[in-house]
Structures are given as structure tokens and as C-alpha cells.
């Protein structure tokens, strides 16, 4: 069974960095994508970024975009999230994905719904 361990979480200033990792158990290949979410209380679970484990194509949200850059180290079966330029609006707790496919995500990679396996989620607060 696959397994998911995010963390990296934590409560930084405005205009600082994190990066959050996401190490997956149980599943000794490369075809499947690894994506980010965060959800911040009262509000719905949200895309966030997501890489590709095969040919590393990568994946932001708008809200990101510029600012994130999500990676991968195929040896150890990491992704990471690298957070920069810190906002207040970007605390929430952030929860990765598994989606095993061998082909492109593009078209899924931001719906939650298509993904098999989820993380325990890692708390970020950004205060202002």
C-alpha cells in the first residue's frame, strides 16, 4: 500500500520561505505524479502544484506560480515544495497526492478527486 509522509510545515513571517516534502512508501516506481493541495480553515481544498515522477513536467496554480517550485529526487522517493515570497493568504495545512498515471496529468492533476492516495497534511502559517 502506498504511503505518504508530508513535512516541512511551519510558521514563518511574510516574505520568508519553507519547503515542505512529501516521501512516498510503497511504491517502487516513477510512473505517477505527485501533487500539493493546502486547504486554509473554512475553505475548500485547493490546487497548489504538482510534478510528474517520469519526466518531471510540472504543474502551478496561478496563485503560485513565480513563487512555488515544486521537485523531485526520483532516489529518494521525495518531492519537495519550495515556497518563496510568503503571503498570509498562503497559510493553510498542505496535504500531497499520489496519482498513479504513466501518462500526462495535465488535464487531472488539479482535481482532487483523481488522486489515490493522500498525505497527513503539514500546517504553514504565514504571519503578516
Known amino acids: 500500500e502506498v504511503q505518504l509522509q508530508a513535512s516541512g510545515g511551519g510558521l514563518v513571517q511574510a516574505g520568508g520561505s519553507l519547503r515542505l516534502s512529501c516521501k512516498v512508501f510503497g511504491f517502487p516506481y516513477d510512473d505517477y505524479a505527485i501533487g500539493w493541495f493546502r486547504q486554509a480553515p473554512g475553505k475548500e481544498r485547493e490546487e497548489v502544484s504538482c510534478?510528474?515522477?517520469?519526466?518531471?513536467?510540472?504543474y502551478y496554480a496561478d496563485s503560485v506560480k513565480g513563487r512555488f517550485t515544486i521537485s523531485r529526487d526520483n532516489a529518494k522517493d521525495t518531492v519537495y515544495l519550495q515556497m518563496y515570497s510568503l503571503k498570509p493568504e498562503d497559510s493553510a495545512v498542505y496535504y500531497c497526492?499520489?496519482?498513479?498515471?504513466?501518462?500526462?496529468?495535465?488535464?487531472?492533476?488539479?482535481?482532487?478527486?483523481?488522486?489515490?492516495?493522500w498525505g497527513q497534511g503539514t500546517l504553514v502559517t504565514v504571519s503578516s
Open positions: 497526492g499520489f496519482l498513479y498515471s504513466w501518462e500526462t496529468v495535465a488535464g487531472k492533476w488539479s482535481d482532487e478527486n483523481e488522486y489515490d492516495y
Open positions: 510534478i510528474h515522477l517520469t519526466d518531471g513536467t510540472s
